[in-house]
Every structure is written in structure tokens, then in C-alpha cells.
């Protein structure tokens, strides 16, 4: 995610701006850039890479001003390139955003028809470009801000100055998250609150629709959606430095299981349009005919991106009907792959950089397949190299155990799923519609998900010092077993496997004892009875079992002494329900015992080499 940092006070804004995007690094960028107006000029200093380049690029000029905005980028729209690096400018207008603008190519196309020229490949400039057409037509900064974000459709957190009103800053939410810091005189506006906690701690979050303008003689706030003015009451941040950059959580792993909600939201906006019942296949540069004429899917990846690649394949098969093969990516060079005519492979990585799976996508293409990516990581290696991308937009993520990125894989594979079975002429209007309307509702699901955390910190406490857990899942929550036993082994050391439950008679039924908890995951669906019995073995012979159940599943109550409830939602999108609580109990233990949950032992972020 981008972060922005702006600053109206009586200090030298330089330095204020370059502390305060150094403490928004941890949300990742791949450029960044200042802008600061001297007797009323505009000045701006960008560059790609990180900010230490930006640093000693304006050292030597000594710069000075008492005003000014910054940002660092998370690439979505535009390599991460000089030109494309925030802060934009039209005229006398600067920007900088965070966030994305869905119908920016069509605001594009109508300023260029009234001879705006633009300089970058990024929505962002968009916005400078309609705030400044408003100014010239003699509207306040205020005025020209709020009619030209009428025209935007989409997520943001902006920050504009305007050389022709050189004591004022605008910061705009609406989606993207953005506060103000209130100093003694002094006035900031941050993505993130570490970015002026060294300055202020009182602190205001905006919500969507507010708009705040900061000037020497201090900070008002309206709301533009409501237009009725915002009384403001700064909250007082008691948070250290460190705890601040994970936004007031314990880790960044659990700061990203609460992203969750917002990072699905970001990934599905824009995708796709129910009236026309189908994908913006453009988008990720695919095209219906290319999807009509596929004969074989492949999906190929590791670990938890793997979990996410067979999820896929029950999603692909069963809307689209066509056949689906998923490798782990280690795997698929060395076994001489048969790769037919007509055949696609999906590459899902959340790095990008995965040396395993980047072998595979070139084995593919080697033997004549296509390649689609689904990263999150915009000009990573695998994105570069594969004929089409789909973004998640999930924004970086530290932990070294994947959670948002993977339930953002899985809503890119329930969209491009769709698209397929769209293309293919299987699935009608009406059931697209209705899957995406199941789709945007998914983010509210997820928030009522995670009510779940304290029944499961209750479970992780009776079970964390155990040293066995099996995890069974049937049919598309298969997968979903296999992703909680990793996550468990992965932070918490403490041996788990994932099983097929139908596979319980066929070996490991003789783990079974009471020293072994086993969740069981038991979704409202077509095989609900058979996990219900495999529920019942395990009780029979004295097992512990812990069950996932929907809300409202009446059946289960008598098989567990341990049951988390969760929202119902279709049978595509269970997967991403149901890994929720296997996240937070995953984390819960690995805190219980102590261990490093963002840097577990022995492991890395990206596995980038075989
Ligand atoms: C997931 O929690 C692990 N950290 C690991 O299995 C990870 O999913 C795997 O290394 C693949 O990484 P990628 O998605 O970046 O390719």
C-alpha cells in the first residue's frame, strides 16, 4: 500500500517528510517523491527505488520549506518508474493518492479530449488533472477538490497543494485510510499514524468522505458526502513507535488477518460488472476468445499459494468444466509435464520471486502453454514473464506466514473462474450475477469472521502445548485443511497435517488419542454428512475435535466439545471463510509458545532460491 505524509507548520518540512516516509516503509513501495513550495514555487523530487535514493538526490540542495507533501508508491497502475512515482502534477495542482481509481482509463480519454497532456501510466494523475481543470474555471482549492472527486469512482487517500493557495494542504479519504496529526501550530496529514507520532501524538481518522483543510491557523474538517462540517475530537495515541507500525496490533500477521476485509475489497474492486454479468477480462489482458478455446488449465505453485492453486482447481472445474491439473511448482519440471495444445497455466505467487514456481512458468511456456500470474507484487519477476497478470491488491505483506495474499489468490481465482465459465458459454447472467453479488459481500463476511478471535484464543490456550494436530477437510475445503496445518507447523513448530477426510480410515485414524486435537471443517455443504461421521470416529476413540461449522448447522453441536461458527456464504467462497479462524489460531498458539510469528525459524518471505 502507498503512504503519504504531509506538513503545515513553522519547521523545515524536508526533513518531516523524509521521517515520516521512512516510517511508512514497512507497507512496501518501489519509488517515492516530495513536494514542497518555496515563495509560493512548487518544487518536486521523485525517484524509483527506495527513499535513501531520494535522500541523497536532494541533500546537496539544501531545500527549505514550510510546506509540503510526500509519498511513497506500492505500484498498481504503472511500473514503479521515476515518471510514475508520486507526488503528479497538473499546472498548479500536486498530488499525491493512495488507493485506486476504477474509471480512471475513461477519465483519461475525456481530459486528453480537452488537451490535457499526461506524463505517467498511474490513475493518480487523473486527479491532478480534474482538481486543476476546476481551479482554472476560479474555484478554492476545497471547491475544485470536491467536484473533481465527484467524477471519481474507486478507493482513496489523497493530498493536495496548490501553488495559487501556498498555506494550505486538502486530504481527502474515502476507503484508503488517512489521519491527521494536530501539533502545537503545526498540522500533518499520514496514511498511517507512525509517520508524525515523533511530532504529535493526538491524532484524527478521518472517515470516508471527509475532507480536512490544514493551515497555519489550524485544521477544519467537512464531510463532502454529507457537506455538513465534522467536529474534531484528536484521540490521544498511547501506542510506541513500534507498536504504531503494525497499526496498533501485537504483529504484522495479525495486523494483515484484520486487513483481510479492506485487502478483498481492494482486490475485487473494479474487476468485474454484475449489470453486464461478466470479468473486465481487459484488465488482466485476457480476451474471451483465448478463454473459449483453453483445452486444459494448469496451476502451479508452493505452499500456501499451492493450497490456493487446488482451491482453484475445485472452482475452475466446477463452474467452468474444464479439466484442471495443479502441480507444486518443485515438482512440475521434473516430471516431463504432457502439455497439450490450448493449455494455460496459472501461476500464483504472492512474491513474485518464487524460484521454484518462476521454473515451472518458464518449463510451461517452454512446452507452448500461456501464462496467467495472480502476485502481488507489481514488475516482480513472475509478472514480467507471464502473457497475463491479475493483481491482487492485497498490499504487501510482512509476515512471513501468508494470510491476506492468500484470500486474495482465492478471490482472483473465484473471479477468473467465472470468466471462464462466462467465455465458455456454461455459466448464464443470472448465475454471474449472483456469484458476484456473493462477491461483494465477501469483505463484510470477513469481518464478522473474525468475531471468531476470542472463542479461538480460548482453544489455542487448552491446546498449545500439544505436539500433534491433524486438520480434515473434504471437497473444496480439502485444501483449506492442508492450509491450516501449515500455518500451525509453520509458526508454532508443533507438528500438523492437513488429510483428506474420507482418507482418515486409511491410516492416520491410528494417531488418533486425546493428546491430538482435530479440526474438523464442516461447511453446510453436499459432503456435510460424511465429515460429520468422520467427526464421530474421531470421538469414538477418544479423540479432541475441534470443529469450523456455518452458522445455524444444528447437527454438529453433539459431535465437538469445540465449535466456531462462521457467516454462510456459497460454496466457492467457504475456502476463505474458513481459513480465518485457522489463521488466528495458528497465531494465537505460536504467541502462547512464545515464538517468532513474523519471523518464524528457518524460513524466509520469499523462497527465492531452489
Ligand atoms: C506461507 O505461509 C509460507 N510462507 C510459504 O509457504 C509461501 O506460501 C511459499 O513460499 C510461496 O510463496 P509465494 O506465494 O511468494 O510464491
Redesign the pocket.
Given at each position: 500500500m502507498c503512504g503519504i505524509v504531509g506538513y503545515i507548520g513553522p519547521k523545515n518540512v524536508i526533513p518531516i517528510l523524509i521521517n515520516g516516509l521512512k516510517k511508512l516503509e514497512y507497507r512496501g513501495y518501489d519509488s517515492a517523491g516530495i513536494c514542497f513550495l518555496n515563495d509560493g514555487q512548487i518544487g518536486i523530487r521523485r525517484c524509483a527505488g527506495k527513499i535513501k535514493a531520494l535522500e541523497t538526490s536532494i541533500k546537496k540542495d539544501r531545500l527549505k520549506s514550510l510546506i509540503g507533501i510526500g509519498h511513497t508508491r506500492w505500484a498498481t497502475h504503472g511500473k514503479p518508474t521515476e515518471e510514475n512515482a508520486h507526488p503528479h502534477r497538473a499546472g498548479g495542482i500536486v498530488v499525491v493518492h493512495n488507493g485506486i481509481i476504477e474509471n480512471y482509463i475513461e477519465l483519461k480519454e475525456a481530459l486528453k479530449k480537452k488537451g490535457h497532456k499526461f506524463t505517467s501510466e498511474t490513475d493518480t494523475e487523473v486527479i491532478c488533472h480534474l482538481i486543476y481543470s476546476y481551479t482554472k474555471k476560479g474555484d478554492n482549492l476545497e471547491l475544485a477538490t470536491k467536484k473533481a472527486l465527484k467524477h471519481v469512482d474507486g478507493a482513496y487517500a489523497i493530498g493536495v497543494i496548490s501553488e495559487a493557495e501556498p498555506d494550505k494542504i486538502i486530504a481527502v479519504k474515502n476507503d484508503s485510510p488517512l489521519c491527521i496529526g494536530i501539533g502545537k501550530g503545526e498540522y500533518f496529514i499520514a496514511s498511517d499514524i507512525p509517520a508524525f507520532l515523533k511530532y504529535t501524538r493526538d491524532a484524527i481518522i478521518l472517515e470516508n468522505g471527509d475532507m480536512a483543510t490544514l493551515t497555519r491557523e489550524g485544521c477544519s474538517i467537512t464531510n463532502i458526502i454529507s457537506n455538513k462540517p465534522v467536529r474534531i475530537k484528536p484521540t490521544t495515541i498511547t501506542w510506541s513507535p513500534a507498536m504504531a507500525e503494525k497499526g496498533g496490533y501485537k504483529h504484522f500477521m495479525l495486523k494483515e488477518i484484520y486487513e483481510q476485509p479492506r485487502a478483498v475489497a481492494d482486490t475485487i474492486r473494479g474487476r468485474f460488472s454484475v449489470e453486464k454479468a461478466d470479468v473486465n477480462l481487459k484488465e488482466f489482458s485476457l480476451d474471451k476468445a483465448a478463454l473459449k478455446g483453453l483445452n486444459k488449465i494448469f496451476l502451479v505453485?508452493?505452499?500456501?499459494?499451492?493450497?490456493a492453486a487446488l482451491v482453484g482447481k475445485y472452482m475452475i472445474e466446477d463452474m467452468a468444466r474444464i479439466p484442471c491439473e495443479v502441480d507444486i511448482?518443485s515438482e512440475f519440471r521434473y516430471r516431463r509435464p504432457l502439455v497439450p495444445k490450448g493449455s494455460l497455466m496459472i501461476v500464483?505467487?504472492?512474491?513474485?520471486?518464487?524460484a521454484d514456481?518462476l521454473a515451472a512458468q518458464k518449463e510451461a511456456k517452454r512446452l507452448g502453454a500461456k501464462t496467467l500470474t495472480i502476485?502481488?507484487v507489481v514488475g516482480s519477476t513472475?509478472s514480467r514473464d507471464a502473457d497475463s497478470i491479475f493483481y491482487t491488491h492485497s498490499g504487501p505483506e510482512i509476515?512471513?506466514?501468508?494470510?491476506k495474499?492468500?484470500t486474495t489468490?482465492l478471490s482472483a481465482l473465484y473471479i477468473f473462474s467465472i470468466a471462464v465459465a462466462r467465455a465458455r458459454g456454461g455459466m448464464k447472467p443470472a448465475k454471474a450475477r449472483e456469484l458476484f453479488e456473493d462477491l461483494l459481500q465477501l469483505p463484510e463476511k470477513i469481518e464478522s469472521a473474525l468475531h471468531c478471535d476470542k472463542e479461538i484464543q480460548k482453544i489455542a490456550r487448552k491446546f498449545h502445548k500439544v505436539n500433534d494436530f491433524l486438520y480434515l477437510g473434504r471437497g473444496i475445503n480439502y485444501p483449506i485443511a492442508l492450509e491450516g496445518a501449515?500455518?500451525l507447523k509453520?509458526?508454532s513448530y508443533i507438528h500438523a497435517e492437513g488429510y483428506p477426510a474420507g482418507e482418515m480410515k486409511h491410516g492416520p485414524i491410528a494417531l488418533i488419542d486425546s493428546n491430538m486435537p482435530v479440526v474438523a471443517l464442516a461447511h453446510d455443504d453436499h459432503v456435510l454428512e460424511k465429515i460429520l461421521s468422520n467427526m464421530e470416529e474421531v470421538k469414538s476413540r477418544g479423540g479432541k475435535v475441534i470443529a469450523i461449522a456455518t452458522e445455524g448447522n444444528t447437527k454438529i453441536k453433539a459431535r465437538a466439545p469445540h465449535i466456531v461458527y462462521l457467516p454462510k456464504t456459497n460454496y466457492y467462497l467457504t475456502p476463505i471463510i474458513f481459513s480465518i479462524p485457522l489463521h488466528l489460531l495458528a497465531y494465537h498458539i505460536s504467541v502462547l509458545r512464545k515464538c517468532n510469528v513474523d519471523q518464524p525459524r528457518n524460513?524466509?518471505?520469499?523462497?527465492t532460491v531452489e
Open positions: 505453485a508452493c505452499g500456501t499459494s499451492w493450497h511448482a500464483i505467487t504472492q512474491s513474485g520471486e518464487t514456481t502476485c502481488n513472475s509476515g512471513v506466514a501468508s494470510t495474499a492468500f489468490q501449515l500455518k509453520e509458526i524460513l524466509a518471505k520469499s523462497v
